[in-house]
């Protein structure tokens, strides 16, 4: 990580907002580097960019008290990095939300360049939730679409869970700090997702814990990044249903599945249907038709999984679709050596699964 991207760190667990960060380094003329604007940090300065004066006692004794080390340290051990607002790797449909971060933190591999389905509702599900998810999500994934969700318990857990069983892309974008695992059960999946290629996002402070307010701003974040939203339950009192009102508002389609009229967590989906804000959705196909990329019932082929030899061989050919097709690249990614990832690529290119290029580099078979 640079040293701008560290002082950006720096300021954020100084109390520095997203707002006051973009206001300073994006609509300043002339802005100082990040590292020595906050070298530089003094009551003049703070109060320069209109930094109230309660707020200066409380930068200045943080910074006085600061642990740059453990920081650095935190950083490097989970290999945690920032995304900009100035990145190309910044999703620019993010950039539409009023209140999008000037900067993120990821652990894991961010693509730019799949449209991404939302699956969103309350945590609380019913099995009906949890048979449309498991019939609707995976064509969805074999046709190119990335699953974000917010890595709660619930159907989040399963959208992801079922992204990772086909092999497909997700992210997390989570309501604590990066270095937070909430909840303490899905550590094992969020780790699961980084080393399947995918990513975990989180745009709160280090250290940040699971606050209550917290969830509404990361679900706007995740309408914000989606192409749509897809509710399969809401409960007419759910929260679900204002994530739905955001992704409205970004420009986001959404869809919802219909269930029984007197089903009461389905009262708030068919609303959506009802009046017009979603499409009623009884299968992948119901999605895909919108977007002109379903083949015709006579054309359609299913698409059947590998079926690997080794755990490492399924996280090879998630990488590998998921853009990563070098050796050296993947190694890198999946923190191996490159003699081990080139004898599975070997026994992976022997079964047929994928093929080597004239320029070294693999492709899904």
Not at 91 to 109: D, N, T
Not at 335 to 344: F, M, P, R
Request: aromatic share 8%; net charge negative.
């Amino acid at each position: 990580m640079t040293d701008s991207c560290i002082a950006l760190v720096l300021l954020h667990s100084l109390g520095f907002t997203h707002r006051e960060l973009r206001s300073y380094f994006l609509e300043t003329e002339n802005p100082l580097p990040p590292e020595v604007f906050f070298a530089s940090l003094s009551p003049e300065i703070l109060r320069s960019i209109r930094i109230k004066d309660e707020k200066i006692g409380k930068i200045l004794e943080k910074k006085r008290n600061l642990d740059e080390g453990a920081i650095r340290k935190l950083l490097a051990e989970k290999n945690i990095s920032i995304i900009t607002w100035d990145d190309p790797l910044y999703p620019e449909r993010l950039k539409r939300i009023g209140h999008a971060p000037f900067f993120f933190y990821i652990r894991g591999i961010l693509r730019n360049n799949l449209p991404y389905i939302a699956s969103v509702w309350s945590r609380k599900h019913t099995n009906y939730a949890e048979r449309s998810l498991r019939n609707i999500l995976p064509e969805i994934i074999r046709n190119g679409y990335g699953i974000i969700s917010g890595g709660a318990y619930g159907v989040d857990t399963l959208a992801h869970t079922i992204a990772l069983e086909q092999w497909g892309y997700t992210i997390s974008v989570i309501g604590t700090g990066i270095d937070r695992a909430y909840p303490a059960e899905n550590k094992s999946l969020f780790e699961s997702i980084i080393k399947s290629g995918g990513a975990i996002l989180s745009h709160f402070p280090l250290g940040t814990g699971p606050e209550l307010y917290n969830f509404p701003i990361r679900n706007e974040i995740i309408a914000g990044m989606s192409q749509w939203v897809l509710i399969a339950e809401a409960w007419l009192s759910s929260g679900t249903l204002i994530t739905a009102q955001l992704a409205l508002e970004h420009g986001c389609d959404v869809f919802a599945v219909p269930g029984d009229i007197d089903r009461e967590t389905s009262k708030g989906t068919n609303m959506l249907i009802a009046t017009g804000q979603a499409k009623c959705t009884r299968s992948a196909e119901d999605i895909l038709e919108e977007y002109g990329v379903i083949p015709s019932s006579e054309e359609k082929e299913e698409k059947i999984l590998p079926t690997f030899s080794s755990e490492l061989q399924g996280h090879i050919y998630a990488h590998i679709q998921n853009g990563i097709k070098r050796p050296d690249a993947l190694a890198e990614a999946l923190e191996n050596d490159v003699s081990t990832i080139l004898l599975e690529l070997s026994m992976m290119e022997i079964s047929g699964y994928i093929l080597l290029d004239t320029l070294g580099e693999y492709h899904i078979q």
